[in-house]
T-cell receptor, first 111, second 115 residues
């Protein structure tokens, strides 16, 4: 049972386009994290959202946590080839460090 | 610098042999570490929670006799894949949590290839 549904799983776009990745769940999370992973490396944390309705910006990336803390989105503006990679959302139920990962979104940005 | 170190980063072994992967917490003592498995183009699947000084907690469907976890010190957890088979080939990643700050850190991952 996938507790955190991430979509789309694959996305191929042209440089300059915008995109949004979604993570949805029927469960409430105490926090939700977004990671980016390069092939052969561990995931790297992009952001953690904790408060319902919270919006965080990281340059061209905008992260939003749903009001009910069950869903989140990642929006990339004017995507660049350097944004190519695997994006992962992960939810935490408590402070213990155990994360539930979404299926991941493989993003390819073509020049 | 790295907060969590995994070793080896790559390992190739013959079918039927056992392989040990180490996960070291470099900056803080970690009473809890997590082991994940990741297949190509897929997400991370939690295998088990490694608890210092006690038995690991395995996720449903993960064979504890197949994937032996030892967390004998506050800075080291090991995952041993016993009697490895080609279907065990995967990317194994560990993570640690700083119990004081709540921050989570991932290792660089270990690529296991079983021939």
């Amino acid at each position: 049972t996938q507790l955190l549904e991430q979509s789309p799983q694959f996305l191929s776009i042209q440089e300059g386009e915008n995109l949004t990745v979604y993570c949805n769940s029927s469960s409430v999370f105490s926090s939700l994290q977004w990671y980016r992973q390069e092939p052969g490396e561990g995931p790297v944390l992009l952001v953690t959202v904790v408060t319902g309705g919270e919006v965080k910006k990281l340059k061209r990336l905008t992260f939003q946590f749903g009001d009910a803390r069950k869903d989140s989105s990642l929006h990339i503006t004017a995507a660049q080839p350097g944004d190519t990679g695997l994006y992962l959302c992960a939810g935490a139920r408590n402070q213990g460090g155990k994360l539930i990962f979404g299926q991941g979104t493989e993003l390819s940005v073509k020049p | 610098g790295a907060v969590v170190s995994q070793h080896p980063s790559r390992v190739i072994c013959k079918s039927g042999t056992s392989v040990k992967i180490e996960c070291r917490s470099l900056d803080f003592q970690a009473t809890t570490m997590f082991w994940y498995r990741q297949f190509p183009k897929q997400s991370l699947m939690l295998m088990a929670t490694s608890n210092e000084g006690s038995k690991a907690t395995y996720e449903q469907g993960v064979e504890k006799d197949k994937f032996l976890i030892n967390h004998a010190s506050l800075t080291l957890s090991t995952l041993t894949v016993t009697s490895a088979h080609p279907e065990d080939s995967s990317f194994y990643i560990c993570s640690t949590v700083n119990s004081v700050t709540g921050e989570l850190f991932f290792g660089e991952g270990s690529r296991l290839t079983v021939l």
